[in-house]
């Protein structure tokens, strides 16, 4: 079979966040499960330069507002799967944040950008680019590749499938009404049962309206999202699409992240000889500046700073946490707020505290690796990538019970614990008291070694893996090219 998949972001070579972990381990895990696997991603700079012997696909002419548009083929630098790259220099050569400009807003042609790459995926799955290749389905991530399926809805004759996965509900890529005539689809589908979203283009209702089968990256997320409090307004179009909706979980790259391997930690270990990580957390403390006390169960946090992530809530239990004789060291970027109080913080409390603003890959392995407790306490999380990496370093997640939280982390109940099940703490009131009773019972296991050590092996030893994943997806695409065939397209037809 053959996939595309399309995407905005691909670990190593652009990343604001997971969507680019998975879009760098997804494609390889479905190759080697036999499929014939694409990427075809926006030709930022780093992207742009990461291209080796690429070959002129097509000349896509002027579009969207750039003169000139060529789709390339290659091979991109550090990543296994090959690529189609959409080289737009006036759209996409910008240094920086692939959707925020240096004055921390939207782009302000970000319609426009990411039209172009749902364009380019329906054009090449009608097999109008490639005379080489097309693909079979054609798998869209996040709202910036959503529009594909519309323009797919618009090719009635394409065989091709597609699936779209929502990896955050809450990002929508919503635009002016008035700007859909830029879009070059048909006015059949703006209205309040195709891709208008009060008032607004939703690039995101394009994605859920017509793919012909949507994932989300965990059954639990699957479930909340057909709910009013988690559906973000669009919990009525989920519903909609009933048993269309799937949810599969996201693996973790044991290439990348691998105590036993990473060369960016200051001593590998693995689940038999735990003694690196100890040294983990003293190289830890060092480089964060807190006091080199092996005895003071250390709290780590690498996250975006957004309220998505619920760390106001830890803002919270803090003073807990000191009173404990706990340390935190914080790494993240985003809101002023929420740096400025963890700030404060670290500057209060100097020995206890420490915080890195800003987005540093190895550091955030040496985070994962010396932390004793992974703290992730979001309001809502599709999956979260945070705390799998955490049960794989041997770094108990501390999180709340929601989405992909509740399915990857077994609190430790005395049941859990009896039947050594156990693999980290769950909360699930989104209030400071609650955080701070599952701190409390952390505390109390990490006073008991033996207890402790046993719950770390039972965290090493999952397996949430890109393998079982893919096979998940592979699956489903199969079922998507069924519904393909049997259903013809509706094109938003009134
Ligand atoms: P989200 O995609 O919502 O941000 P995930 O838990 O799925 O949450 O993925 C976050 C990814 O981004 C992880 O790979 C995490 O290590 C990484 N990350 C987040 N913030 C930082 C940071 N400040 N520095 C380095 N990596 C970060
Ligand atoms: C999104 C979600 C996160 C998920 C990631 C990868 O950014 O916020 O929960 O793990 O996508 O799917």
């Known amino acids: 079979m053959r996939v595309l998949q399309v995407a905005a972001e691909v670990f190593p070579l652009v990343k604001t966040g997971g969507l680019a972990d998975v879009l760098g381990a997804l494609p390889q895990a479905l190759a080697t499960c036999g499929a014939d696997v694409q990427l075809l991603l926006p030709g930022f700079p780093a992207v742009g330069d990461a291209l080796g012997g690429a070959r002129t696909v097509a000349r896509l002419g002027p579009l969207f507002g750039a003169a000139r548009v060529d789709l390339l083929h290659g091979r991109l630098q550090g990543l296994d799967t090959p690529a189609y790259v959409i080289d737009a220099p006036y759209l996409y050569r910008r240094d920086g944040n692939p959707y925020l400009g240096p004055d921390g807003h939207d782009w302000p042609d970000n319609l426009q950008r990411f039209a172009l790459l749902g364009w380019a995926a329906a054009h090449l799955a009608a097999g109008e680019l490639d005379p080489d290749w097309h693909p079979d389905i054609v798998h869209a991530h996040d709202w910036h590749a959503a529009l594909a399926c519309a323009y797919l809805a618009m090719h009635p004759t394409t065989p091709a499938g597609s699936v779209f996965t929502v990896h955050n509900l809450a990002y929508q890529g919503l635009f002016p009404l008035g700007d859909f005539a830029l879009l070059g689809l048909s006015h059949r589908l703006l209205w309040p049962h195709g891709i208008e979203f009060h008032r607004q283009v939703s690039f995101m209702k394009a994605g859920l309206l017509y793919a012909d089968r949507i994932t989300t990256v965990s059954p639990t997320y699957a479930r909340e999202i057909a709910t009013p409090e988690f559906g973000c307004g669009l919990d009525g179009v989920l519903r909609d699409r009933g048993s269309d909706v799937r949810g599969i979980l996201n693996g ?135 705390q799998m990496y955490g049960l794989r370093y041997g770094t108990l997640p501390l999180v709340r019970r929601v989405g992909g939280l509740a399915d990857t982390v077994v609190d430790a109940d005395p049941v859990a614990l009896a039947e050594d099940r156990a693999t980290g703490f769950v909360f699930d009131a989104a209030h400071p008291s609650a955080l701070e009773a599952a701190l409390a019972r952390a505390i109390a296991l990490y006073r008991e070694p033996a207890q402790w050590q046993r719950v770390v092996r039972r965290a090493m030893a999952q397996q949430f893996t890109w393998d079982a994943a893919a096979r998940q997806y592979l699956a489903l695409y199969d079922e998507a090219l069924r519904a393909r065939r049997e259903t013809p397209r509706k094109a938003g037809a009134r």
């Open 252 to 386: 973790v790259d044991r290439e990348v992240w691998n105590p036993a391997t990473d060369p960016w930690i200051a001593a590998r270990y693995d689940a038999t000889s735990l003694g690196g990580k100890a040294y983990c957390k003293a190289a830890l403390q060092r480089e964060f500046g807190l006091e080199a006390r092996a005895d003071a169960p250390l709290l780590g946090v690498v996250s975006r700073l957004t309220s998505q992530k619920g760390l106001d809530l830890l803002l919270g239990a803090l003073p807990a946490l000191l009173a404990r004789g706990g340390q935190l060291a914080v790494q993240g970027t985003g809101d002023d707020a929420l740096e400025q109080a963890f700030r404060r913080a670290a500057e209060q409390h100097p020995r206890q505290v420490a915080l890195h603003i800003g987005y540093d890959e190895p550091r955030a392995h040496r985070l994962v690796a010396g932390a004793d407790i992974i703290v992730v306490p979001s309001r809502f999380e599709p999956c979260g990538l945070t």
